[in-house]
C-alpha cells in the first residue's frame, strides 16, 4: 500500500466500520509525512501522550491559519464568536478552562455531576418505557441521542422545551470537524453549518441576556455571573464556552453509549455479565474507551517550534494529526490491544485525551454511559443486532453509528 495514500484511507468512509486495520498498517510508520504541506500523522501510544504535554505543540485556531489549513481554522469559527478554550493555548485557555471549571465540578461545584444521577436515571427510564411494546428499536434516535442532549440541556438550563431545536444546529456543526468534509468543499454544507453557529449562537446570546438579569441553580448562570480570582468571563466568551459545552457534552457521549451497546452485543458473554454486575459498567466504559473511542482524531494541532519524534524532525509550522484511536490498540502499550477485556488490569487509554486540553466533560460523560450501559442490559430481554455493522456517519473524527436497530423479546 503506497503512504500516499494512507491519509485518504483514514478519511475515506468506505473504512468507518472498521477502521482499525487501517490504523495498524499507519503503526507501521509511526511518523507519516505523506506530501508536502501536508499533516504528519502520529499513531503511536506513547508519542501520542508526550506530544499531548508538549508544550510545543499549540491547539491555537490562529496557528491553522499559519499552517496554511485556512478551511478548519475557519470551521471553529461559531456564528463570529471567538475560539472555545479547547482551541486556544495557554495562559488565556488556562483562565477560561478555571473559570467553566469552577461551575462545572470541583473543587467548587464538587457534587455538580453527582446530583445528578437521579435525572439521568429518571431519564433513561423514561426512555426505555418509551420502547412501549416495540421488539426492535434504532438504539441512536430513541435512547442514545436524546439521553445526553437531554442531560447537557438541564445542566446548563436550556429550557425542556427548546431541546428539539438543537440536533438541526448541532449535526452540520460536528460535521464540520471531519476532515473529508471540508476537502470536498461542499458550498451548501459550509452555508448550512455557517447558518446553524449564527442560529446556536443567537439563541444562546437570548439565555445568557435571561441569565444575568435573572440567575437560576444551572451552570449557564454560574459562567455569566462567576467573579472568582480569574475574573470574568465576557459575554462572547460566555457565549462561545456555552456553544461547546452544547455540542462536546453530548455528541461523544452518544457514539460512547452506541459504540458501547454495539460491541457489547459483539460480545454476549460480556453483556450478560453486565446484567447480572451492574458495577461491572465502570470497567466497561474504560474499555470501551480504549477498544471503540468516540474521538478517533485529533487533527488541529501545529508544531510551534521544530520537535523531534522517533529521530524525525517535525518542523515548526507543521500541523499534525494525533490518532488517538490507533494509539489505544498499540501493542507497544496494550498486550492483545484487539481483544474487548473489561478485565484488564491497566487501561490507561486515550480516549478522552490526555495532557491541558483533556476532556472537560469526562465525569459527566462516563456516569452518563454507566447508567445508559447498564440500564440496557437489565431491562432489554434478550437483545440482538439487526445490521451488522451497522450504518455509521459519515464523520471520521466523531465515530459512531447513524442507526443501531436492536430487535429484542420486551422489557424487564
Do not use: W, Y
Given at each position: 500500500m503506497p503512504h500516499a495514500s494512507m491519509m485518504r484511507q483514514i478519511t475515506d468512509f468506505a473504512n468507518r466500520a472498521d477502521p482499525y486495520p487501517v490504523y495498524e498498517k499507519l503503526r507501521g510508520t509511526p511518523v507519516l509525512h505523506e506530501e508536502e504541506g501536508g499533516p504528519y500523522i502520529i499513531s503511536s501510544y506513547y508519542d501520542i501522550k508526550a506530544l499531548l504535554h508538549d508544550p510545543r505543540i499549540s491547539s491555537d485556531a490562529a496557528n491553522l491559519t499559519a499552517a496554511g489549513d485556512d478551511e478548519l481554522a475557519r470551521s471553529e469559527e461559531t456564528g463570529g464568536l471567538p475560539p472555545s478554550f479547547?482551541?486556544?493555548?495557554?495562559?488565556?485557555?488556562?483562565?477560561?478552562?478555571?473559570?467553566?471549571?469552577?461551575?462545572?465540578?470541583?473543587?467548587?461545584?464538587?457534587?455538580?455531576?453527582?446530583?445528578?444521577?437521579?435525572?439521568?436515571?429518571?431519564?433513561?427510564?423514561g426512555l426505555i418505557d418509551g420502547f412501549g411494546d416495540a421488539h426492535e428499536i434504532d438504539l441512536v434516535d430513541q435512547f442514545a441521542y436524546p439521553f445526553p442532549v437531554t442531560?447537557?440541556?438541564?445542566?446548563?438550563?436550556?429550557?425542556?422545551?427548546?431541546?428539539?431545536?438543537?440536533?438541526?444546529w448541532v449535526d452540520p456543526l460536528v460535521a464540520s470537524l471531519d476532515p473529508d468534509t471540508r476537502q470536498n468543499g461542499d458550498a451548501d454544507f459550509q452555508q448550512t453549518a455557517q447558518e446553524a453557529r449564527m442560529q446556536l449562537g443567537m439563541y444562546l446570546a437570548g439565555l445568557v441576556e435571561q441569565r444575568t438579569r435573572e440567575p437560576r441553580d444551572d451552570l449557564l448562570s454560574d459562567l455569566v455571573n462567576s467573579r472568582g480570582p480569574d475574573g470574568a468571563m465576557t459575554m462572547m466568551e460566555v457565549l462561545s464556552t456555552s456553544v461547546l459545552l452544547l455540542i462536546a457534552g453530548h455528541e461523544t457521549t452518544v457514539n460512547l453509549i452506541t459504540n458501547g451497546m454495539l460491541t457489547l452485543l459483539r460480545h454476549p458473554d460480556i453483556l450478560r455479565r453486565l446484567r447480572e454486575e451492574p458495577g461491572l459498567s465502570v470497567r466497561i466504559v474504560e474499555e470501551l474507551l480504549r477498544y471503540e473511542p468516540p474521538v478517533q482524531l485529533v487533527p488541529?494541532?501545529?508544531?510551534?517550534?521544530?520537535?523531534?519524534?522517533?529521530?524525525?524532525?517535525?518542523?515548526?509550522?507543521?500541523?499534525i494529526w494525533l490518532v488517538l484511536a490507533a494509539g489505544n490498540r498499540d501493542p507497544e502499550r496494550f498486550e492483545d490491544p484487539q481483544r474487548f477485556d473489561p478485565d484488564r488490569g491497566d487501561i490507561q487509554h486515550l480516549g478522552f485525551g490526555s495532557g491541558i486540553h483533556?476532556?472537560?466533560g469526562a465525569p459527566l460523560a462516563r456516569l452518563e454511559t454507566q447508567i445508559a450501559l447498564s440500564e440496557l442490559a437489565r431491562r432489554l430481554r434478550d437483545p440482538r443486532l439487526v445490521e451488522d455493522p451497522p450504518p455509521y456517519r459519515p464523520n471520521a473524527v466523531l465515530r459512531g453509528p447513524r442507526h443501531l436497530r436492536i430487535a429484542f423479546e420486551g422489557l424487564d
Open positions: 479547547l482551541r486556544l493555548d495557554p495562559p488565556e485557555h488556562d483562565r477560561l478552562r478555571r473559570i467553566a471549571n469552577s461551575a462545572f465540578g470541583p473543587p467548587h461545584r464538587p457534587r455538580r455531576i453527582e446530583s445528578m444521577q437521579g435525572d439521568m436515571r429518571e431519564i433513561v427510564t442531560v447537557i440541556c438541564r445542566l446548563l438550563g436550556v429550557p425542556r422545551e427548546d431541546e428539539p431545536r438543537f440536533r438541526a488541529q494541532r501545529t508544531c510551534i517550534a521544530d520537535i523531534e519524534v522517533r529521530g524525525i524532525t517535525i518542523p515548526k509550522g507543521s500541523r483533556s476532556c472537560f
